[in-house]
């Protein structure tokens, strides 16, 4: 006699579009529950609508008109009978009027609480927080007024930054490196925040330019308990945006590791923080400074590093939190086991200052084999919209030592192929090859001179 299984599947709502939709559909299928793709009218024959049990339609292709709206998320939530929504990165992932809406709905919401949210959502705030907690921060102040703050400058001493108080993705970010720069550069500052993140207000902080960008993953359980799963670097950035992470950090002291780390973890602890998060900071290489950037409160683009170095998935963990299960992470030692390198791969003309580069990807070809991941929604024939991000995918590549990550992440980069839409692999390649980069332990400002001058000799070589 057979007989038939009744338990309900849990149907876990997907609140994002592109690789990391594609990612939260494959940790869905994981833990037994049935993903729903929440899509704009762009998205809708995207590969994660593919993978999808079913796709709700929430909006136009402009995402402020669908994925940047949380009562339309909030609604196909109720729609697909969601027991969770998981908003992936960027767009509501860190809006606590999402969270709110859902709970209203009883419906759970895989990150942190509102209140979490709000206390971590701006720099400020989390500042604050963070020195409560014991955690290093820089020097900084407040901007009351941008065209008065020549006299704020004072405490900190140049160079400095001017950075936006909400949002990120290096918006509303400038340096200063003297009093008239200051005054000219704050105005223009406050009106790029206004613009993309609806609030002009911003700050100053003290410029570290020889700082590493370093990362360390966190999961809490929502009661003050909390996971540490090591560290990132993610210096390698243009703009403020970064190109290659890599875990663990390589050449940090076990002092400075345990600063990282222990600061991480009380704030965690403060916060009574639940599910995945990841505490930034900058690690001088001309000091012992270590200071508090940022809390991220959400999965990261570069989380696959840390899932590979450890053996975890941590975007099912983050499901099955939210659902009120154990998220079966195991405690970690401050070092992994094996060396994770990862190169995000964009639609973009890196010799034409990183133009976007959307359309139809006539062709792609991915690297295989023991210690390679491709995390893509990409496919023969896709037409990549011009509608968002330029991230087509990210290739991660695990081995026992850094040298030999490089070595083997080297290799698969020059495996790839893209045809159709120019991309960044060119990037890829020179940063790979380069000495500075094969010894290891770059700062935040390194990228930029040295692209600058390799397309200079590059132009010259043309002529």
């Known amino acids: 006699m057979t007989t038939s299984d009744t338990t309900k599947k849990p149907v876990v709502l997907i609140a994002n579009r592109g690789e990391i939709a594609v990612r939260i559909a494959a940790a869905a299928r994981r833990i037994g529950a049935s993903p729903v793709l929440a899509a704009s009218t762009a998205d809708i024959g995207s590969r994660a609508a593919q993978l999808a049990d ?6 136009p292709a ?26 992936g990165y960027g767009f509501l992932s860190e809006q606590p009027e999402l969270a709110e809406l859902l ?39 407040e901007i009351d007024d941008v065209n008065n703050v020549v006299p704020l400058a004072e405490s900190i001493g140049y160079p400095l930054l001017i950075k936006a108080v909400h949002g990120g993705g290096g918006r509303g970010i400038r340096l200063v490196t003297g009093p008239e720069d200051l005054a000219r550069l704050a105005p223009q500052a406050a009106a790029e925040a ?8 911003l700050y100053l902080e003290r410029f570290y330019p020889a700082a590493r960008h370093v990362e360390v993953q966190v999961f809490g359980d929502g009661q003050g308990g909390a996971q540490i799963f090591g560290d990132r670097d993610c210096s390698v950035q243009r703009r403020h945006q970064k190109l290659i992470e890599e875990c663990p950090a390589w050449g940090l002291t076990e002092s400075r590791r345990t600063v990282l780390h222990d600061s991480s973890r009380a704030l965690v602890q403060a ?49 099955r939190l939210a659902l009120g299960q154990d998220p079966q992470l195991p405690d970690v030692p401050p070092v992994p086991p094996a060396a994770v390198i990862e190169l995000r791969i964009n639609a973009e003309d890196p010799g034409n200052d ?49 040298d030999a990550a490089v070595a083997a992440v080297q290799a698969a980069a020059h495996s790839v192929t893209v045809e159709g839409v120019t991309t960044t692999l060119p990037l890829h390649a020179f940063v790979l090859s380069h000495p500075d980069f094969v010894h290891g332990g770059v700062s ?7 692209w600058e001058q390799h397309q200079a000799q590059r132009k010259e070589a043309l002529r």
């Open 54 to 59: 079913r796709v709700i339609v929430i909006g």
């Open 62 to 87: 402009q995402a402020g008109q669908s994925y940047l709206r949380p009562e339309y998320v909030a609604e196909a939530a109720v729609h697909a009978g969601a027991d969770v929504v998981h908003p």
């Open 103 to 141: 709970e209203a709905e009883n419906i759970a919401f895989a990150g942190p609480r509102p209140e979490t949210l709000r206390a971590v959502g701006d720099k400020s705030s989390a500042r604050k927080v963070a020195v409560a907690a014991g955690v290093p921060v820089a020097p900084a102040t």
């Open 194 to 201: 206004q613009a993309a993140f609806g609030n002009g207000a």
């Open 271 to 319: 916060l009574r923080y639940r599910g995945a998060g990841t505490v930034e900071f900058l690690v001088d290489t001309e000091s012992e400074d270590v200071v508090f950037l940022e809390m991220n409160a959400r999965i990261q683009v570069e989380h696959p590093v840390t899932e590979e170095a450890y053996g975890i998935d941590l975007v099912a963990a983050q499901l």
């Open 354 to 402: 990183f133009r976007p580069n959307p359309g139809v990807i006539d062709h792609v070809s991915w690297p295989t084999g023991p210690g390679v991941r491709v995390d893509t929604h990409i496919y023969d024939g896709y037409s990549f919209p011009p509608f968002y991000d330029s991230l087509m995918a990210k290739l991660i590549v695990r081995a026992d030592t850094r």
């Open 444 to 450: 935040t400002s390194w990228f930029g001179p040295i």
